[in-house]
Structure formats: C-alpha cells, structure tokens
C-alpha cells in the first residue's frame, strides 16, 4: 500500500502559507493526474492544487479555513480504494506533486499531449530564452502537433532554463521540452538526460546558451509512446497473482487489452501503461506493419500532421467500409440559410442532424473489442481548408440542442481559428460524424474515408444536373446498408423541405424578419394530434385545476380554444395554493423573520433576539395569502373565458367525461381532447397505526397539516425529503422539539450529492436525525403520540410527541378516473407520456404530479403550457434538463439542470467549478456565509449545462442559473458578463471565469 502526500503548493515567490478554501474532491473519492482536489487562498489569490498522481483521496485532510505552511500536507492519495485516511504513522512515499520530476533542474515544461491521437510535437518556436523571468499563464514556446500550432504555457513563476529542446526538434509527449528554475543564477548551468523509463539518468553541467542557439536537450529514443485513458470506461480488474497501476488498467479498460500473460516492465515487474500500449498497437504501429514498397528517392521527414493524417488513414484500412449516394436538391435549403443569415455549412450539418434523431446508429462508433458506443451528442467535425493548404476538422458541437444562430456564432469562431490552425485540443477531439464539403471545389463525385472512432462520414459534391451528390461512406460494424440509404432518404427530405423544421425558411423570398428570428430556433416538424373536430361540448377539457391544469387551460383559452377546467375544489391552484407551496412558505417567512434575529446582535443590533410567535396572525396572514390568491384565481380564468366547473371528473368514454358536483346530480360532457392534470396526494406507507391514526389527527400528511391550533412541542416526522427537512426547520425555528425518521441511509437522497451533505451537516445541528430507521409502529392520541422505531443497529426507541407528520413522498392515484376506458396506459403509479407530455391516447394529454418525475409547481406549469402548445399545433417539448427547484431550508438548496453526475451520465463530459459563499462580500456583510454555489459546464463547448446552491436568497439567486441553462449561455459570456458589487451575483463571473482558467489549464497538458 502507497500512500502520496498533497503538499501545498507555492505558488508565488512571497508565499509561505495558504488558506484551505474548499475540497473539490472527497476523502475516499477517485483522484486521477490532472485533477484538482482542492482550492487554496494565498497572499495573491484563490488558486487551484492540482495533482499529478492517481489514486484514492484520503485524510486526514486539512480543514477548509486551515492556514497550512508551504510544503506541508493537506492531504494524501493512497493506492487502496475505500482507505478515506491514512492511520498515523503510516508510512508517506513522496510528494503527489513531484512524481518523475527530475527537481534539481527545476520543474520540466513537458510536452503536453493535446490530442487523443497525439504522441510526440514539434518545437516551432521559443517564446521566452533561458534565463528569461517566468510567470503563471506566461506562453514559453509553440508545438505543432499532429493537429494545429498550440502555445505551451506554463503556471509556475521562475526562470526559463536549459537544457531546452531545440527548435524544429520532436519531443514525444510527456517529455521535458524544457526547464523552469526559482532562483536566476541557476538558469542554465545544470541539465539532465531523461532515460526511456523517464528517470534521471545523467546530471550534467551544460553550457549557458548563446544569443542565438539555446542549450540543447537530449532527447530519449526508445520511450515508450504515452497512452491517453479518455472515456468513460471503468479500468479492468487486477489480473490475479499480479500487480498493475491504476492508469494502466484504465487504459486497458479504454483500449479492450486483456492484462493476464502481459509483460510488466514496472518495479517487480507492474504491469504499467507502456506495457498495455505495446500490446495494442498504435495507430503508426499498424502503419508500419503493413506490406512497405521500396519508393526511391532521398524522402524528407514528414511534419507532424502529415504523420498523424498517414497513420490514421492506414488505420482506417482496419474498418471495412461501402459508399452510398443520394443526390439532394439543395437549393430550398440553400434559401432558408440565407434567410436566416446563417452559413450553408451550418444549415447542412444541423439537417444531419435533424435527420440523425430518427437514425442514431449514424452518430455511433465501433470501440475495440466489440463493442458499440451509444451517442446521442452530434459533435460534428466539418473538414476546412488551412491557410497553409491542409486540412483541418473542428468540431461544431451539440447541434441537436442548439439554435442555428448559436451553431453559426460557434462555426464563426471555429473557422478562424481553424484557418490558422489554432484550435483547442476539444475543438478537434472526439468528432461523431464528418462532413466534408469538397463541392466548391467543383468536385464532380467523391468519397471520403471515416477515421476511427465515428462510423460514418459525409461527402458533398458539386450540384449537377440530378442534384448534389450527398455520399456516405460507412463502418459495416455499426452501420449496414438500410441504415445509410434509409438516413440519406430522411436527410434528403430534410434539406429539400426546410419549412419543415427551419421556420420562417424564407423559401420564395416571403420570411419576415420575425419568423427568421423564430427560425434560429429550428424546431422539429407539427404534432401527431391537434384537437381532433367534432360536435364536441368543449375543445379541451382540462381535468384538474392546480398550477399544470390552469396554466394549461389559459393558454388554450388564450388562443381561442374552448375550453372546460374540472377541479373538485372550490377555487383553483390545487395542491400548491391550498397544501404546498404557499402556505408552507407563509409560515417559513415567519420563521425565517425568528432566525434572522439571530445574526443582529452580530451586526451590531440589539434587543431584538427575542421575538415571540403569534400563531393566530401566523395562521390568519397564510389564509389571507392563499384566499386572496384563490379569488384572483378564478376571476382571472373566467374573465379568460374558461368554463371552470367545481367537481370530479372521470372518463366514461374516450370523448365523455362525467362530472360529479359537490351538489346536485352527475352530469356529462363531450370533448375533442382531454389533459389530466389531477395531481398527486401524499403517500402514507403501511406502517402499523399510521393511516389508522389520520382520522383523529394524531398522524398528519402535508394534506392535513394545515388545521393545527398551535405549533406542537414536540414532532415526529417520517421521512426525510424536501418536505420533511421543509417542515421540520420551520417547527424548529417556531421552538418544537424535531426528530426525523428515515428508513434509508440518507435524507435528502435527490439533492445533488455535495450540496445535499452540507445542508444535512447543518440541519443536524438543529435536530435528531435517525438514518436506516425502522418505523415499528404509531399509536396513541393527538397530542400524546408515541413513535416506536429501531435505529441501524435494530435498538428499539419510543419518541413522545404531539403529533406524526407523514413526508413519506406523494403518488399519483388515478384509480377512479377510468383511464382503462381512454387507453392511458400508466407507468407504476403515474401516467406514461412523451416528451410533449401526449399519453398512449394520442388526443389525451397528462401533466405536472400525475405524470411522476419532478413534483413541482413550476414543472407541472411548464407541461401544462407544452400540452397547450401541442394541442394548438406548435411541437413543443418539456426538457428536464433545463428544469429547476428550491429547498425552502435554510440556508436555501438548490438546483438547475444538471449536476456533474447527471450530466456525465448523460454523456456530457461535464466539469463544475464551486465557491464557498463564505468569501462572498455581500455575504460576509448579512452574515448568511453558509454554503457553496456550483457551475457546471459541458468541456467540449463550455455550455453551462447546471448551476447549484445551497446559499439563503437562492429563491433569488436561482433566476440566473435559470437564465443561464434555458439560454445556454457558455462560460465567456458569463465571464464577460458584468454583476454588480457588493452582490452575491458576483460569485456567477467568479465562477464562469474560474472555470474557464481551468479548462484552458487542463487543455494545455
Ligand atoms: C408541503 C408542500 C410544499 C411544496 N412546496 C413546493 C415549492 O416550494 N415549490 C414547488 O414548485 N412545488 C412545491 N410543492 C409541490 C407542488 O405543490 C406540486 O408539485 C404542484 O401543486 C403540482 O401541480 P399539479 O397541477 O400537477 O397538481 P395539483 O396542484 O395537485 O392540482 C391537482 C388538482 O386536481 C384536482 N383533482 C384531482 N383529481 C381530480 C378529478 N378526478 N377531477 C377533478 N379535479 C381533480 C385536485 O383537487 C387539485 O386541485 C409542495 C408540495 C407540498 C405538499
């Protein structure tokens, strides 16, 4: 067992202790060369620790706020899954920072590997001489690699110094290119010679350099070629009896490599990852093992990119490939693009794309050995010609998701960059698909050749007589014959009927500005099932009248739609108005005004950290909140013209529905299309005494909590969900004694993982929470209940309290609406519906709790409005990637869109950067520092994809995350983005800036 140290860093001449801010990694979790584990603040700045060794993150970690002397360890990484601390005495090999690092000709400048495919540079230029002063962020040289000219930069402060690799010299990847020294007398006069195993084999003294011709590095022969481990495929086993690192299994899980009967080359013989390249070979080993014929002539030394280009297309001999060609009429599409004032190649591979959703096998690829990845990201490489005559493949990424305007700003940018072949290692990596337009050229047919790692590529050809020539060429691993011809029909459709999907194409020259604007949101083709004619009573009939049924009855009412709202309650808003989100939020403003208290004195304000609860204008403030807003209500949906009905609805047949009123006899009436809206009740398991005790009000559900004549003394809550922890830090600030229940490990289970443990840190200072409880049984009276429950470890407990509130979640029941009789089909509890919120009848739609996913106010709205919308005609989607929600705890949690795992699951190579709200200045003045605010953002396109909180005001906060998601904004425009100050606002630009510094860092190795 190994165990590494993290020592803090210096990262200035004049540091000599720095300040933990934040872990970004957890004791126990997977660390991998390259990460950063944790933030620290310095006499200049927050800086990144980044570490260079693999591993597991163990303790003891040195707490956030610790001040920690240069040199001194925050930290450790161990070998050994599942360690999350060291013991004492343990035995530290070395630095996790200084492996292989030849010290005493100061930190090399390696070369970094900036693609997949990339194994060696070569040096253009120096930057900087030996003996030039260093900063962090200084450019110190340019390489070509086999893709583009990339600047080197370099993050530590000191002196350039020798031995340096000459210009025009090849250093493979991961080789010393060069040195940096602290002190300036050192520049220059020590050197090493790195042996093959990447050790210092020789010091040496070497000359200082003359003005012209710098030091000169030797560079090693025979090393190995790195491999780099992407992906997300987990490292194979250890193979039995043997040992082999960490990164070399992960390569091996990356590349298919069986590791038994492999050599190792490591210490006794440890499989590392040199030995796992060998036995697969690279890309230039398969090239060199094919049949050579004798060419005469002298030959000069290929560049670096004419190597890489030649290795991968004798790879490509590998894939067994055929061609197939459609000819297309470009001309309407041509049309629309002009219209729309985006590039014709933009307008294409968006309608590649709009025509891959029926045929995604087109965006897999065949990874070695046998297997297919599954990819739903259409990250399209798009060949451009160079400025030097190359060419050059950047990548437009997430054209499924985005607007043709953003494809065109993204493309824009690329171009340029890519005409000089200056691109960012994710702007050519990893493409899905390749277009290459060589018809400007005038090129009557042609083929082209798909590289590994995509399955299929495009060639455009000129326009002839019949069309242009659209050709595929495909891998028959993935693709077959059918799945190209039928892509290629879908596609020439496509193009040759823009309207469809392009709105406002201006084909025939009638776009108006407007509908180009609605075109930059190219929008997939009209619905299945508008409203179906008939003698129908009404249109629509909306069945429930909270906030998804309302929201959906206003909108088709709006737009003319006749429309009836059947709601078994007097006044609509349903669930959210009468037992949710109002009035919980009514009594947490109460509480919140007793906490608040709490920081006065702090800020200089006494006498007031005393206040006393006045139940009865508690209670008369929240029925006048939700009266008031039930009125407005309904006057606002009759003045809309909607027929609201008070009553309960239940299908009779797939055009009748039966209406029975509160008074008077059942009635019927006929509908076009229907949307279910119905809700769902809270959920009450079968734990003994609990649903027999609801009647005397002994048991209580979010339903009937809201009768209480005075806040109990002491609570038993079962079940630790938002509105248990809601619940219980309300009763806790109005003086009840809490205790929560929870059956599984964790409260709080859907909260992001970081997020959720913070607030579950705090929240336990305030209550008892039992974990992994058993609820034996609930008995008793009002106001003398006793809760019998088993903790983990089966200990048998008795907790006295007034009353038991039930959080034990909410299910839909649709037991007596008949759906049997529609053909809605369900999924366990909930109604099954797409994305456009249709069920299995396709003139029946069904929105907000009834359909399960997220429960809340603003969701079920959200579907409500996409049912509106598909029922008026216009296709129209909910996206739960873009949704969003708030924990009334306090401080606030909460979340939009995607976390880092939801994200990475989804196949997003997501990242997140975070900040403490303690060093927030607006914060620090109100003295609300708990918590953390999180970005995270997609790698490839800087996306921000989720924004996460757990701060008070997140009920504000949260509208800029939201803005940030559904307008998926990308890090510079946040970055560029000016928040005003003194704001907790400001921590957005932090943030978008911090991570941007950290990608352009990462991308650089
Ligand atoms: C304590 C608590 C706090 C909450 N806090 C928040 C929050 O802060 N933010 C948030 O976003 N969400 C919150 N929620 C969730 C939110 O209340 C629901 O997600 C939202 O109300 C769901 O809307 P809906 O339209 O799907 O259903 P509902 O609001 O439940 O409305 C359904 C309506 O249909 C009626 N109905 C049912 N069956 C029939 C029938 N057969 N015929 C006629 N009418 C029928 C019901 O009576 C009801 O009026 C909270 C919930 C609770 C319990």
Redesign the pocket.
């Known amino acids: 067992m190994n165990h590494y140290a993290i020592t803090m860093p210096q990262l200035s001449d004049t540091m000599t202790e720095g300040v933990v801010v934040t872990w970004e990694k957890q004791a126990g979790d997977r660390v991998e060369r390259g990460d950063i584990v944790a933030t620290v603040e310095t006499d200049k700045a927050i800086m990144d620790v980044e570490v260079f060794k693999a591993g597991y993150l163990a303790g003891p970690l040195a707490e956030v706020g610790a001040t920690v002397a240069v040199g001194a360890a925050l930290g450790y990484i161990t070998d050994t899954a599942g360690d999350v601390a060291i013991a004492a005495g343990e035995v530290v090999e070395e630095q996790a920072q200084t492996e292989m690092i030849p010290h005493h000709a100061g930190t090399p400048i390696v070369m970094p590997q900036l693609s997949d495919t990339m194994t060696e540079g070569v040096v253009v230029t120096w930057e900087k001489q030996p003996g030039d002063v260093i900063k962090r962020g200084d450019i110190v040289a340019t390489v070509e690699t086999d893709k583009a000219i990339m600047d080197v930069e370099v993050f530590q402060e000191g002196f350039l110094s020798g031995p340096i690799a000459d210009v025009g010299s090849v250093v493979e990847v991961g080789h010393p290119m060069g040195f940096i020294v602290d002190d300036a007398s050192k520049a220059n006069d020590t050197g090493v010679t790195i042996s093959a195993d990447h050790k210092v084999k020789d010091t040496h003294k070497v000359a200082p350099p003359s003005a012209d011709k710098p030091a000169h590095l030797p560079i090693p022969k025979t090393a190995p070629a790195q491999v780099a481990a992407t992906g997300a495929m987990p490292p194979v086993p250890r193979p039995q009896g043997r040992q082999a690192s960490p990164y070399a299994r992960k390569v091996a899980g990356q590349l298919g490599v069986n590791l038994a009967g492999l050599a190792g080359s490591g210490p006794s013989g440890v499989i590392v990852s040199a030995d796992v390249a060998r036995a697969r070979p690279s890309m230039a080993e398969v090239a060199h093992a094919l049949p050579q014929v004798d060419v005469p002539g002298q030959g000069r030394a290929m560049t670096s990119m004419e190597k890489a280009v030649s290795h991968a297309m004798t790879a490509s001999l590998t894939l067994p490939t055929f061609n197939v060609t459609v000819n297309i009429d470009t001309a309407k599409l041509t049309a629309a693009a002009k219209a729309n004032k985006v590039s014709v190649t933009v307008a294409i591979a968006k309608a590649c794309s709009v025509a891959m959703a029926k045929f995604p096998r087109m965006n897999w690829a065949y990874q070695p050995v046998d297997k297919l990845v599954e990819r739903a990201n259409h990250d399209f490489g798009v060949a451009v010609m160079s400025n030097d005559g190359g060419l050059v493949v950047p990548i437009l990424h997430g054209i499924e998701k985005k607007p043709l305007q953003a494809l065109q700003s993204d493309w824009t940018g690329l171009v340029e960059r890519a005409r000089v072949r200056k691109l960012a290692p994710a702007e050519y990596s990893n493409p899905t698909f390749t277009i290459s337009n060589m018809g400007m050229l005038g090129v009557s047919h042609f083929t082209a050749i798909p590289t590994p790692g995509i399955s299929a590529i495009l060639a455009i050809a000129a326009n002839g007589p019949q069309g242009t020539p659209f050709t595929i060429t495909g891998d028959h691993r993935v693709l077959n014959g059918a799945d190209v011809a039928l892509y290629l029909a879908t596609l020439k459709q496509t193009i040759e009927a823009p309207e469809g999907w392009i709105q406002g194409s201006g084909v025939g020259g009638q776009g108006t500005a407007a509908e180009a604007v609605a075109g930059a949101t190219a929008t997939i083709s009209a619905p299945v099932s508008p409203i179906p004619e008939g003698n129908w009573d009404v249109q629509v009939v909306v ?7 309302e929201d959906c009855a206003r909108d088709l009412a709006d737009h003319g739609v006749k429309v009836m709202m ?4 007097p006044f609509p808003g ?3 108005l009468w ?3 109002i009035p ?2 009514a009594w947490r403003a109460a509480a919140d005004v007793i906490r608040n208290r709490a920081h006065d004195a702090e800020m200089g304000v006494d006498g007031t950290d005393a206040p006393k609860l006045n139940w009865e204008q508690v209670e008369k403030h929240r029925r006048w909140v939700q009266t008031s807003r039930g009125e407005m209500a309904l006057k606002a949906d009759r003045g809309m013209k909607i027929d609201v009905r008070e009553g ?3 299908f009779v047949d797939a055009h009748t529905l039966k209406i029975t009123p509160v008074e008077g006899e059942p009635y019927q009436v006929t509908f076009g299309a229907a949307v279910i ?4 009740p809270a959920f009450v398991p079968p734990i003994p005494g609990a649903r027999e005790n609801l009647a005397s009000g002994g048991v209580v559900t ?1 339903d009937t909590i809201w009768n209480l004549a005075a806040p109990p003394k002491k609570l038993g809550i079962v079940g630790g969900g938002v ?1 248990g922890v ?1 619940m219980a830090q309300i009763f806790r600030d109005f003086g009840t004694e809490v205790l929560m229940l929870e059956r599984h490990a964790r409260i709080l289970a859907e909260i992001e993982d970081e997020i959720g443990k913070t607030l579950i840190a705090a929240l336990e200072k305030e209550i008892t929470v039992v974990t992994g409880a058993a609820i034996n049984e609930v008995s008793g009276k009002p106001g003398a209940m006793k809760l019998r429950y088993a903790n983990k470890e089966g200990v048998e407990s008795v907790f006295d309290c007034d009353i038991v509130l039930m959080a034990t979640g909410k299910r839909p029941d649709t037991g ?2 008949n759906l049997d009789k529609v053909g809605v089909e369900l999924d366990g509890a909930a109604i099954r519906v797409d994305a456009r919120c249709q069920t299995s009848a396709p003139h029946i739609y069904a ?4 359909i399960g996913g997220y ?4 969701t ?1 709205a959200t579907q409500g409005r996409v049912a509106a919308d598909n029922l008026l005609g216009h296709a129209s989607e909910y996206d739960q990637d873009k949704d969003c ?2 924990t ?1 705890s306090r401080p606030q949690a909460g979340f939009v869109g995607l976390s880092v795992a939801q994200a990475k699951a989804k196949g997003i190579d997501a990242v997140e950067a975070k900040m403490p709200m303690s060093i927030d200045a607006k914060a620090m003045i109100t003295g609300e520092t708990e918590g953390m605010i999180k970005l995270v953002a997609d790698k490839a396109s800087g996306r921000i994809v989720g924004v996460h909180y757990l701060a008070d005001h997140t009920d504000t906060l949260i509208g800029t995350g939201v803005m940030m998601v559904a307008g998926e904004m990308t890090l510079t425009q946040v970055a560029k983005a000016i928040f005003p100050h003194p704001t907790q606002t400001e921590l957005f630009g932090e943030l978008a800036r911090r991570l941007l510094n950290r990608l352009r860092r990462t991308a650089k190795k």
């Open positions: 069945i429930g009248g909270g906030p998804g049924g059947v709601n078994n309650e349903g669930e959210c037992r949710g989100c919980s939020k309960y609805g239940e809206a119905t809700g769902a979010s509105i809601e007596k609406l929105v907000g709790d009834v429960m809340l106010a603003h079920a929600g708030v009334f």
